[in-house]
Structure formats: C-alpha cells, structure tokens
C-alpha cells in the first residue's frame, strides 16, 4: 500500500515523479505529495494534501524545474487522511525529507526512547524516521545515521531518504516492502513497481530487503546496513505503455475483464511447449509426495484457492486446505507430516501471507508461491514460485488475475493426474467462449432492472459456490452493496431470513448433476419474494433463464461464470457512479497486516 517514486538525473523530476504517481495511485489514494529541490532558496519544497494525485498536480504547475525529488500516495494507517499526514515528511529542521511506504511497529518506543525532545507535526509514524535520522546525523556521517535509524526499526519499510545539505544524491532502503531502482541513460529512478519506471527506465534492479542505496545523477550504489557493497543486476524492463494505460476502455476493471481471454492463452504459452509442460518436474514431484496441501491466500486469491482446492482433489488424490492467510498466520493449525504451501497471491506482497511465509521458512517446509509479480517478496522468499503471466493488474477489484490463478491451479493439477483429457485444449475452449459472451454481454440491462437494493446473494454449489464467493466480493467492493455468497444450499439453515420482496438473488448454475438441487432453492427464495437471475451454462439452461454460457470442461467452469459476475459488479458500480478503479478504503496490494 502506498506508492513511492523518486528520481535524480538531468531531466524534469517532477513529471517523472508525477507520472509514475498517477501509474501507482491504485497503491493508496487518500492523499499525494512531492518533495522538489528549490535551486533559488537553495531548500527542498514540499507540496502535500489530502486527495489524488491530479490534485498534486494541478498545485505543482508552476513549481520550478528540479533534477531531483521524491513522491508518494498514500493509503492511511497511523492518523488521519489530512494535510499533516500526507507524505513527505520532515524531520524538525527540515533537513531531512522522507517518504515512507510500510507501518513501524515500535514507533512510539522509538519516539519516547529516542525523541522525547523533539516537535512533531503528524500522527505518522514515518515522521519518526525523520526525526531519528536528524538526532543521529548531529554526530554521525549522514549515511550512518540513516543505516543506523534503520536498524532500529521494526515492522517494514520502502523509503526514500534526502538531504537538505547534500542536494545531489537520494537515500533508499527497504524491508519487508518492494523498492526497484531502474536505470536510463537520463537518470536513476526509484520506485516501489515496475510500473512507474515504463518510459524512464530502460532496466530495473529490485532490491532485496536491508539493502541501502544512495543514488546520485550519474550512478547507483548498493549496501547492506553494514555499508558492505552489494551486487546489483540490471534486468530490461520488458513491459510498455499498453500494460500500464486504459488503452480505449474507460476503466482498467474492463479493460482487464476484457484481457482474460489472452490471459488465459498467455499462460498456455508460457505452461507449455507442444504438449511438453515447462513447470520444474521438481515443483510436480514435490506435490505429488507431498501427504497434504496448504493453499494460503486472501480475498479473491483465495477464492481462487478454493477452486484449485476442488481440481486438485477431484483428478488426484492429494487432499488440500485452503486458508485465509490472516487466520493461519496465528492459529497454529496441526500441520501434516510432508506437507507443501502454495502461496497464491496476485501482487507477492500480501502482508498476511509474508507472515504465513516466513513461519512456514522458520520451519524449514516448502512452499510455492503462484504470482503475478516475479520479483515480489513472495516470489522472492519461496522454495519455488510459478508466475501468472497476467499482465499488470491495475484496478483494485482483481478480475484477471483471478482467470490467471484458477488456470495455474488447473494446470498443476492437470500435469499431476492420469490426463484424461486434452487441458490445453479445454482452456482454449473457455478462452473463446469467455471472448463469445463478451462480444454480446447485455449485463447492463439487467444490472439496471434489479440491482437496485442495498443487498444481495450469490447461490451456488460445488464449483459455483466457489465462484459465488468471488462474485460477493467482487460486488461489494465495488458497488458497496452488501452482498453474500451462499452454498445454495445452505440458504435455508438460517440465512433465508433476510430474504425479502424484491431481494435479488443471484444464481450460479454450471452443474447438470446440481442443476435440480439449485433450482429448488430458487423456488424456495422466490415464494419468500426474492427476485431471482440465473447465469447458467448451455447444458443446464432453462426457459426463462437470463444469462446462458457456451459449455466448457466441467473443471473450467470457473473461468467463465466468473466474467458476468466481473460485469455485475461493474456496471452496479457505474450506475452508482462510483470510483470504479479505486474503491473506497481500498488500495491494491494490501502490504500491512
Ligand atoms: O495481491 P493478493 O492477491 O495477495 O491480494 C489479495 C487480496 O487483497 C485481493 O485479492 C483483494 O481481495 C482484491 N482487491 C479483491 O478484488
């Protein structure tokens, strides 16, 4: 959460910064702010508020040129969205400016140890750093002082770092939260995704954690906290300007909606050569000795999860679990005697799954990461990590890399079965009749007829439910509807209760063997008056039913109920006229616990 950009080199530092502020913006948008070098005053300027960064742009039209500056949006946890508490921060004499993405959990230990003398002006508890590194460079060398303020912190931290006396070089650290530094011929550029670097960056370098940069115009040079010089290794950055614009569409939501088809293809690619698949046999022997799987995830990873859960148990005979990272990280469950973690995450760098991680490494089990993001912490710190291939996912709501994970999932456990049937095949089947719906989807319509309440269900079973799930969350988090995904079921043990006239509710039916059981419940929530709409594939459609899908492999059903659900939400958010990409107290990739 929170998005940071720095830069230092001979060009305009505040459109390198401002740009890449408005690609990171789905990190954090409670508030935006820049830090530029005033050559005439001979000071760093400071401009911060509350809101967007188009905000931070119009109020910095006329701030003059800079070949140095640091940047930020911000995603609240210590005090409130205010003007104070909008990054950069200072320390007491305005000597030091910083930026912070991460939470310090010793703050206010640090602050009473520490800095009982000092004034503060925010609520934060980066103003900390600030404040610390300012009491310590009254005696030690400037990056002394900074390494040693680092080694005092816990918690996590993506920093940058600059100098009111030094105006030539830019300080960098991080912990626990992504930091790239890339490189062009025009200068160095700091930042916490790939993302903002397109343009400016012919190649990147991620930094690994305790790493310490001090960038000047002309190089770069890394350290450990020790000040023992590390290795660093450009990669190119192969992403471009498609990846990281709407292109035609007028939300990112749709225009990742609208990639799943080649999403899905991408990954076959990538999966496979012919009918060879490119998986490391050893990622596939692990799993198949393995006595028990954990798959560990949050929110629609986890939804995912659950799918891979049912594929993997239905063509083997590896039982798996599936758990909400937070619950698992400090519950303790009993854990098999060979097991395997795989770590579904979109972004690498969910916080409670870092925390499942780094117990699972104390443990010294295995684990495998399945991610969007390949140079992510979580990639990183896994025994083996397996890449998603989804292209930049840039709304909040996650839609395709969604479609990416239950492919992944689908694949593995496809490569460890009997392979009764073709997979490659079958996925290219989901993918052309995913683009067939889309091509003539009318969600809108029906979005405007019914979903005009304050609430409303999802029912399924089997696979279905695990998409109902998603489909609930997908749609509240957009539309801010409040919404349940229910094993239809279930609906009658309790939950029936809330159903009134006109309640909409929302049925998920891909099953042929289920179809019946569905349907009754449908009955059952329509004499108590609920209004009822049915997304059912070919072999399950009845008279009356409003959203029909061409039949897919029974195991890939996920893949395409999910899209009219993506578009529900959608357009339930659109009529709403809501922020579609950047829902309210949300951000992207949630890097706190
Ligand atoms: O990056 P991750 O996949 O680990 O993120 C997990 C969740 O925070 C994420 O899926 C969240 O639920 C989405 N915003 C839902 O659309």
């Given at each position: 959460?929170?998005?940071?950009?720095?830069?230092?080199?001979?060009?305009?530092?505040?459109?390198?910064?401002?740009?890449?502020?408005?690609?990171?913006?789905?990190?954090?948008?409670?508030?935006?702010?820049?830090?530029?070098?005033?050559?005439?005053?001979?000071?760093?300027?400071?401009?911060?508020?509350?809101?967007?960064?188009?905000?931070?742009?119009?109020?910095?039209?006329?701030?003059?040129?800079?070949?140095?500056?640091?940047?930020?949006?911000?995603?609240?946890?210590?005090?409130?969205?205010?003007?104070?508490?909008?990054?950069?921060?200072?320390?007491?004499?305005?000597?030091?400016?910083?930026?912070?993405?991460?939470?310090?959990?010793?703050?206010?230990?640090?602050?009473?140890?520490?800095?009982?003398?000092?004034?503060?002006?925010?609520?934060?508890?980066?103003?900390?750093?600030?404040?610390?590194?300012?009491?310590?460079?009254?005696?030690?060398?400037?990056?002394?002082?900074?390494?040693?303020?680092?080694?005092?912190?816990?918690?996590?931290?993506?920093?940058?770092?600059?100098?009111?006396?030094?105006?030539?070089?830019?300080?960098?650290?991080?912990?626990?939260?992504?930091?790239i530094?890339g490189?062009?011929?025009?200068?160095?550029?700091?930042a916490?995704d790939l993302m903002a670097l397109v343009?400016?960056?012919?190649?990147y370098?991620?930094?690994?954690?305790?790493?310490?940069?001090?960038?000047?115009?002309?190089?770069?040079?890394?350290?450990?906290?020790?000040?023992?010089?590390?290795?660093?290794?450009?990669?190119?950055i192969?992403l471009?300007?498609?990846?990281?614009?709407?292109?035609?569409?007028?939300?990112?939501?749709?225009?990742?909606?609208?990639?799943?088809?080649?999403?899905?293809?991408?990954?076959?690619?990538?999966?496979?050569?012919?009918?060879?698949?490119?998986?490391?046999?050893?990622?596939?022997?692990?799993?198949?000795?393995?006595?028990?799987?954990?798959?560990?995830?949050?929110?629609?990873?986890?939804?995912?999860?659950?799918?891979?859960?049912?594929?993997?148990?239905?063509?083997?005979?590896?039982?798996?679990?599936?758990?909400?990272?937070?619950?698992?990280?400090?519950?303790?469950?009993?854990?098999?005697?060979?097991?395997?973690?795989?770590?579904?995450?979109?972004?690498?760098?969910?916080?409670?799954?870092?925390?499942?991680?780094?117990?699972?490494?104390?443990?010294?089990?295995?684990?495998?990461?399945?991610?969007?993001v390949?140079t992510?912490?979580?990639?990183?710190?896994?025994?083996?990590?397996?890449?998603?291939?989804?292209?930049p996912?840039?709304?909040?709501?996650?839609?395709?890399?969604?479609?990416?994970?239950?492919?992944?999932?689908?694949?593995?456990?496809?490569?460890?079965?009997?392979?009764?049937?073709?997979?490659?095949?079958?996925?290219?089947?989901?993918?052309?009749?995913?683009?067939?719906?889309?091509?003539?989807?009318?969600?809108?319509?029906?979005?405007?007829?019914?979903?005009?309440?304050?609430?409303?269900?999802?029912?399924?079973?089997?696979?279905?439910?695990?998409?109902?799930?998603?489909?609930?969350?997908?749609?509240?988090?957009?539309?801010?509807?409040?919404?349940?995904?229910?094993?239809?079921?279930?609906?009658?043990?309790?939950?029936?209760?809330?159903?009134?006239?006109?309640?909409?509710?929302?049925?998920?039916?891909?099953?042929?063997?289920?179809?019946?059981?569905?349907?009754?419940?449908?009955?059952?929530?329509?004499?108590?008056?609920?209004?009822?709409?049915?997304?059912?594939?070919?072999?399950?459609?009845?008279?009356?039913?409003?959203?029909?899908?061409?039949?897919?492999?029974?195991?890939?059903?996920?893949?395409?109920?999910?899209?009219?659900?993506?578009?529900?939400?959608?357009?339930?958010?659109?009529?709403?006229?809501?922020?579609?990409?950047?829902?309210?107290?949300?951000?992207?990739?949630?890097?706190?616990?």
């Open positions: 959460m929170c998005g940071i950009v720095g830069f230092i080199g001979n060009q305009n530092a505040k459109e390198i910064i401002l740009n890449g502020l408005t690609r990171l913006e789905y990190r954090g948008y409670d508030s935006a702010g820049l830090s530029l070098f005033n050559n005439r005053y001979q000071i760093f300027d400071v401009y911060k508020d509350e809101g967007r960064v188009q905000k931070l742009i119009d109020s910095t039209l006329n701030a003059p040129f800079s070949n140095i500056g640091i940047g930020h949006t911000r995603w609240a946890t210590h005090g409130k969205v205010n003007q104070e508490n909008s990054h950069p921060h200072y320390s007491q004499t305005r000597r030091f400016i910083i930026v912070h993405n991460g939470v310090i959990e010793n703050y206010q230990q640090l602050k009473d140890q520490y800095l009982s003398k000092s004034n503060f002006t925010s609520d934060t508890d980066t103003e900390v750093i600030a404040q610390l590194i300012e009491t310590f460079a009254q005696t030690l060398h400037v990056e002394n002082a900074i390494t040693t303020t680092l080694k005092l912190l816990h918690g996590s931290y993506a920093l940058l770092v600059l100098d009111s006396n030094d105006p030539e070089k830019i300080y960098a650290a991080k912990y626990k939260s992504p930091l530094v490189h062009s011929e025009s200068g160095i550029t700091i916490s343009g400016y960056s012919d190649t370098h991620a930094l690994e954690d305790k790493s310490f940069v001090v960038a000047r115009r002309e190089d770069v040079k890394i350290f450990n906290l020790d000040h023992v010089p590390l290795d660093i290794k450009f990669k190119p192969e471009d300007d498609s990846d990281t614009t709407k292109g035609d569409y007028p939300h990112y939501m749709m225009k990742e909606i609208h990639e799943q088809p080649s999403v899905i293809r991408r990954i076959i690619t990538n999966y496979y050569d012919k009918e060879q698949s490119l998986i490391k046999p050893e990622i596939l022997s692990v799993m198949r000795d393995s006595d028990r799987i954990y798959i560990l995830a949050a929110g629609t990873s986890m939804h995912a999860g659950l799918v891979g859960k049912q594929l993997i148990e239905r063509l083997t005979s590896i039982p798996v679990e599936v758990h909400i990272a937070s619950e698992f990280a400090y519950q303790n469950p009993l854990i098999s005697k060979n097991p395997l973690f795989i770590l579904v995450t979109q972004s690498g760098e969910t916080a409670d799954l870092r925390a499942c991680l780094v117990s699972i490494n104390e443990r010294n089990y295995r684990s495998l990461t399945i991610t969007n390949p992510s912490t979580l990639a990183r710190e896994a025994t083996y990590f397996l890449e998603l291939y989804a292209g996912e840039i709304a909040v709501a996650s839609t395709k890399a969604y479609v990416a994970q239950v492919s992944v999932l689908a694949i593995l456990a496809y490569e460890l079965s009997t392979k009764s049937f073709d997979l490659k095949k079958e996925m290219s089947i989901a993918a052309t009749s995913m683009e067939h719906f889309l091509e003539s989807e009318k969600i809108l319509d029906i979005v405007r007829l019914f979903l005009t309440r304050r609430n409303c269900f999802f029912i399924g079973r089997g696979l279905d439910y695990c998409v109902g799930l998603e489909a609930a969350l997908k749609l509240k988090e957009i539309s801010y509807i409040q919404t349940e995904g229910f094993a239809a079921g279930e609906l009658k043990h309790g939950t029936i209760a809330l159903i009134e006239d006109g309640t909409p509710v929302i049925a998920l039916i891909s099953d042929p063997k289920i179809n019946g059981n569905t349907r009754s419940n449908l009955k059952e929530v329509q004499s108590r008056g609920a209004y009822t709409f049915h997304i059912v594939t070919e072999s399950c459609k009845r008279d009356g039913d409003e959203v029909i899908l061409e039949d897919v492999h029974p195991l890939l059903t996920p893949l395409v109920m999910v899209v009219p659900t993506q578009l529900i939400a959608y357009y339930a958010a659109l009529e709403r006229s809501y922020d579609i990409d950047k829902p309210r107290n949300l951000a992207k990739s949630v890097t706190v616990e």
